[in-house]
């Protein structure tokens, strides 16, 4: 994507090159967090002027110390042309009601006390963006699913993600603002989190294994791509699935993670074999104890779940295979 840089003015395009504006003021919520980090490095080294908000400590000039889940930031006096909200709660699986609590006490409950502070504001953002999911729409299989498909998701995160766009268009709507939604699939990066962070943990300790042949696709985007066109997408708007468009398959991810670790490729396990440990998972949580498979995970694993990203590609997304560029995922 080509950029240059211009004096004055928000960020436009002309000629089909984005012009970025080095003294646009940016405000990120979850900076620290791993997409985040990425998105706050893209973005101050194109030169923009970034403030941030976490509930931790953050290698920022501009940095609000602030729980979104619990608490109204303290926002007064500034005012931001865009609004990249990254903050959220992922990765995790519930088994107790307060955790489930916890998905629409960050999700839902943070990205309102953010909106909150900045209607505080008289000077509102022209921009916000949002990082959101694709577990929005509530399926465990299907292929090239677009961002037309329904909004089914009912597990605490999927319903969190969704209530959180729903906030998020309201708001836009109500301050008048461009708004655009990035739903993510699997995210590849350096130390990544989620079921590629555990994957290859999984990998290096010898206990990852694979089901059958591992044909099952999955949709995967690299998370330096998803920084470097944000500025493009927040510029054009729209609800978007991003990934690389390559949907790869468990087998290519195996291999490509045993050559970058440097070791043997994981052993795979008749699917029979998986089916009866996961008879003996569905057993086990019977009596509320969790075993990592069941019939649900075996599910998962065994079929297909893919996203058309068709519609961002017309909004000038042109990512990279994650499957060429190896060093962007691992050390």
Known sequence: MQIKKESDGPDKIEAGVLQINPSRKVLITGASGFLGRYIFNELTAKGYEVHTIGRSAFDSKNHFLCDLGNEEPNLAGQSYDWIIHSAGKAHVVPRTIGEKEDFFRVNERGIENLFRALDANSIKPTSVSIISTVAVYGVSSGSNITEQHPLGAMDPYGKSKKNAEQIAMNYAEKIGARLSILRLPLIAGKNPPGNLGAMIKGMKNGRYFGIGQSKAKRSIVL???????????????????????????????????????????????????????????EFLLFFGIHFPINFNTLSKITTDLTFSSEKAKKAGWNPRSVLTVPNEIIE
């Open 223 to 281: 998370a330096a791509d998803v920084a470097m066109y944000l500025p493009q997408l927040s510029h054009v708007g729209g609800v978007f699935n991003l990934s690389d468009g390559v949907d790869v398959t468990f087998k290519e991810l195996e291999t490509l993670l045993s050559k970058l670790l440097k070791s043997t490729p994981p052993r795979s396990l008749p699917f029979f074999v998986a089916w009866l440990a996961a008879l003996f998972g």
